[in-house]
């Protein structure tokens, strides 16, 4: 059966990644480890490791992206939890077979290598639930 491993992030929609940052960084001390340009996702993201987890700063670079959208309607705040798991095709396997909506079903592969998916809010209490396996 397989298994979650750990929280791996919460991303955070914002409008500007330096604004954010007075808070994030500036205010509460996080250390950025790095800004990266994600073209696949249209956005760029500010990434500021927390005890093993991680808070991503995600903000749209375009305005027809999935995040500019979600950013127009809903405002800033959070956005998703990403639970890493140990087998993601497992996961998914295991959600569809209890009935659980997925936007993602089949696990998509990252540019960085990481395999992902997600699950509809529908299905999570109203909360964008991300699946990855390393």
Same mark, same amino acid.
């Given at each position: 059966?397989?298994?979650?491993?750990?929280?791996?992030?919460?991303?955070?929609?914002?409008?500007?990644?330096?604004?954010?940052?007075?808070?994030?960084?500036?205010?509460?001390?996080?250390?950025?480890?790095?800004?990266?340009?994600?073209?696949?996702?249209?956005?760029?993201?500010?990434?500021?490791? !927390?005890?093993?987890?991680?808070?991503? @700063?995600? #903000?749209?670079?375009?305005?027809?992206?999935?995040?500019?959208?979600?950013? =127009? +309607?809903?405002g800033?705040?959070?956005?998703?939890?990403?639970?890493? !798991?140990?087998?993601?095709?497992?996961? @998914?396997? #295991?959600l569809?077979?209890?009935?659980?909506?997925?936007?993602?079903?089949? =696990? +998509?592969?990252?540019?960085?290598?990481?395999?992902?998916?997600?699950?509809?809010?529908?299905?999570?209490?109203?909360?964008?639930?991300?699946?990855?396996?390393?």
């Amino acid at each position: 059966m397989p298994k979650i491993k750990h929280l791996n992030h919460v991303a955070i929609v914002v409008e500007d990644i330096d604004d954010a940052l007075s808070f994030w960084r500036d205010a509460l001390g996080i250390k950025m480890h790095e800004l990266r340009d994600v073209p696949a996702e249209k956005s760029k993201v500010a990434f500021l490791p !927390v005890s093993g987890s991680e808070i991503e @700063l995600v #903000q749209p670079t375009t305005d027809d992206s999935g995040i500019a959208k979600y950013l =127009a +309607k809903r405002g800033q705040g959070m956005h998703h939890v990403c639970l890493e !798991v140990d087998d993601i095709d497992g996961m @998914l396997a #295991q959600l569809k077979s209890k009935g659980v909506r997925l936007i993602t079903e089949e =696990a +998509k592969t990252g540019a960085d290598g990481r395999r992902y998916a997600f699950v509809h809010p529908e299905s999570a209490s109203g909360v964008l639930v991300e699946l990855y396996q390393l």
